[in-house]
């Protein structure tokens, strides 16, 4: 190693996890704020593989959440989206992810972006003692969730969008509009290849 390869800073990168089933704003809006507060390097998108016993009916894989990610991100140089655990399949612990990432990029300081809801359940994180070696948490406050954690985490504070994947996935269900709702390329997308129509689970 050189002396200034030693010496370069380390990335910061963030790290959002979760099945984007389909993704919306309200997660975009959440990772802007967290990547510009902090000032991290990237945010990446991670999209988690389809657990088996979940009954997605008009097969949302893994490749059609991606999809639908790589579109609502076009444009936006902060983000990106990572497929390791779309790669792996089955079910991905937090702390073997976190685990590889670190050992594929080890000139990456990570972060890991959680909403508040997720706070409470650290605890109960498969090797959480473990997992916190391996990343800092950053947490985006919601109402109705105290910032209160036994775990260091790096609290952001962003504007309260209530949108879900479940409310998004019931309106186009019941033939309601998700303008606004999602990134138009995202709709058109949805439109296009009639997702989520006929769901059967909300
Ligand atoms: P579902 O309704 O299926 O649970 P979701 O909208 O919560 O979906 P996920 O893919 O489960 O989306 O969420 C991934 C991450 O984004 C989680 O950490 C979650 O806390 C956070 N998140 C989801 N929706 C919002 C929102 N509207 N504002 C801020 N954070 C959000
Ligand atoms: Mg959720």
Redesign the pocket.
């Known amino acids: 190693l050189t002396e200034m390869t030693i010496n370069q800073p380390k990335k910061r990168v963030g790290i ?6 389909p ?5 975009l ?2 990772a802007d704020q967290v990547g510009t507060q902090l000032g991290l390097d990237k945010v990446l998108f991670m ?1 988690n593989a389809t657990p088996p016993h979940v009954d997605l009916k008009k097969a949302i894989d893994g490749r059609t959440r991606a999809r639908l990610i790589r579109r609502a991100i076009t444009g936006n140089p902060l983000f990106d989206l990572e497929t390791l655990e779309l790669q792996r399949g089955g079910k991905s612990y937090s702390y073997n992810t976190l685990l590889a990432l670190t050992q594929l990029h080890p000139d990456v300081e990570y972060y890991f ?6 706070v409470e359940y650290l605890p109960t994180w498969y090797r959480i003692d473990d997992l916190l070696q391996l990343t800092t948490f950053v947490a ?1 406050k ?1 109402k109705g969730h105290e910032q209160l954690s036994r775990y260091p985490v790096i609290w952001v504070d ?1 504007p ?10 019931r309106r186009i269900k019941y033939g309601q509009s998700i303008r606004y709702l999602v990134p138009e390329a995202v709709e058109d997308y949805i439109k296009e290849h009639k997702l989520y129509q006929d769901d059967k689970k909300d």
């Open positions: 959002m996890g979760g099945t984007f089933n993704i919306h704003n309200g997660h809006i959440m999209p972006i959680i909403g508040a809801d997720e985006v919601r962003s309260m969008i209530e949108i879900s994947s479940t409310d998004i996935r």
